[in-house]
């Protein structure tokens, strides 16, 4: 009898957005993990359990796959939140996950490790930078902060202002003659630091692409 445990899951560590429909705005989450059966993410937006998704998993080198599916699972790690999608439609697309799964393999060797003091491990490809960005919280005036890397799910950057945990800012990166403004949230910052860790979590395709291609080259 054939085996029908669904395949191993690989870290994929793939930057999406995601969608409720009937209209609602797409934000930002991380595909961590991906088989045919289920999909395990994360994202600083808050979902329901039961909640209907459709995202895309795009990974170079592998075709775009359009998925949906249902969060059976939640658990909130800080301002973030780890969910598990059963998959409704990745039958029909086994063997486009197949692909997606060996090119994360194989470029899996490349990706640094980036941890926060809350143990918010991530192995997105990130590259050093040293730019200026400005951010802005919600009733307050634009300031400046010092980016030392970005990739396409957040930016690490200095300043000496005091920004809360779980604070959401707008965020104008220039990339050369580009400027990208995303949304993020500040998702660790060490005590005494002028270290903040911020994750993307409204962000356009265009936006999105421009950081891609920024961080493609800069790697």
Do not use: W
């Amino acid at each position: 009898m054939a085996d029908s445990q669904p395949a191993a899951l690989t870290s994929l560590e793939v930057p999406t957005m995601v969608s409720e429909g009937d209209g609602a705005p797409s934000v930002m989450a991380i595909i961590e993990h991906l088989n045919p059966a289920e999909c395990r993410m994360r994202s600083v937006h808050g979902f329901s359990i039961g909640a209907q998704l459709a995202f895309t998993l795009s990974v170079h080198g592998a075709p775009t796959v359009p998925l949906r599916g249902k969060i059976v699972s939640s658990k909130q790690n800080g301002p973030r939140y780890v969910y598990v999608v059963a998959l409704q439609n990745a039958g029909e697309h086994h063997e486009a996950i197949a692909k997606a799964n060996a090119a994360a393999r194989a470029r899996s060797g490349t990706q640094a490790d980036v941890k926060s003091i809350e143990g918010l491990t991530r192995s997105s490809a990130r590259v050093p930078v040293d730019l200026t960005v400005r951010y802005t919280q919600l009733g307050s005036s634009p300031r400046s902060a010092r980016a030392v890397n970005l990739s396409t799910g957040g930016v690490h950057m200095n300043t000496d202002d005091e920004i809360p945990v779980g604070a959401s800012i707008d965020l104008e990166i220039p990339l050369g003659g580009l400027h990208v403004s995303v949304r993020g949230r500040v998702v660790a910052h060490q005590p005494m630091s002028p270290n903040y860790n911020v994750a993307f979590f409204e962000i356009t395709h265009e936006a999105r692409e421009n950081l891609a291609r920024f961080v493609g080259n800069a790697a």
